[in-house]
Each structure stands twice: as C-alpha cells, then as structure tokens.
C-alpha cells in the first residue's frame, strides 16, 4: 500500500544518522517476540530473502542487512498472514478486505535495496 510505503519511508528517513547503515532503524518494523518461540532468522532466510529482493549476495554484502530486516518484518497494522487449501501463504487486510501472495511491505524492502545500493 503506497501509504504504509511512505510512512515507513519517512520514519526511517527521519531515524537514520547519516553516518550509520540503517539496520537499527528498521528494527522498528520487525517482529517483537511473542513469547511464542520465534528464532532469528538462518542464514539461509536472509539470503533467500536478499536474492528476492534483488540483492547480488555475494558483490552486494553491505545490502544484505535490508534482507535480515526483510525476514522479520512484522505485517502492518490491520494485516493477517494465512494459508489457502493448497498451503500457500497469503496476507489479508482485515480493513479493505484485499488479499495478496506478497508481504505488504516487499514493495518498500525492494525500494530500500534500490536507494541503499545508489549509495554504495
């Protein structure tokens, strides 16, 4: 949603010193634990996550703390994760009723890999 994109973008715009990588601003967007046993993300997480969002793993290193941010990204406000009959992961808007196959903040990590890799 273009509107959560853009909150999302001025508050880490707002956070982010310009001397450090953003990685501690976007904690702000991750999941806090819910005390139902959540690991950190594997290695394998976040590289998948990199090569998803576009990030060359192995000449784009500096990227790759967008991707661990990524993978444990909490879904906006309003928003639920759910399965369909053929166990394929969807996110439902409980507000507008949309329902889609991507994470509702893909769109603002693939932008955020775009802007950080201007900047290398």
Known sequence: EPHLHDFFRELYNKL????????WALRLLTAVSDGAGHDPPTPEEVVDMGEYLGVDVKR????????????QCALPPNWTEAEDDGGNAFFH????????????????????????????
């Open 16 to 23: 982010r010193p310009r001397d450090r990588k953003g990685w």
């Open 60 to 71: 784009e290193p500096d990227l790759m703390w967008i991707a661990k941010q990524a993978v």
């Open 93 to 120: 808007n409980n507000t507008t009723g949309q329902s889609q196959a991507k994470h509702p903040m893909d769109d603002y990590f693939s932008a955020l890999v775009g802007e950080e890799r201007d900047k290398l």
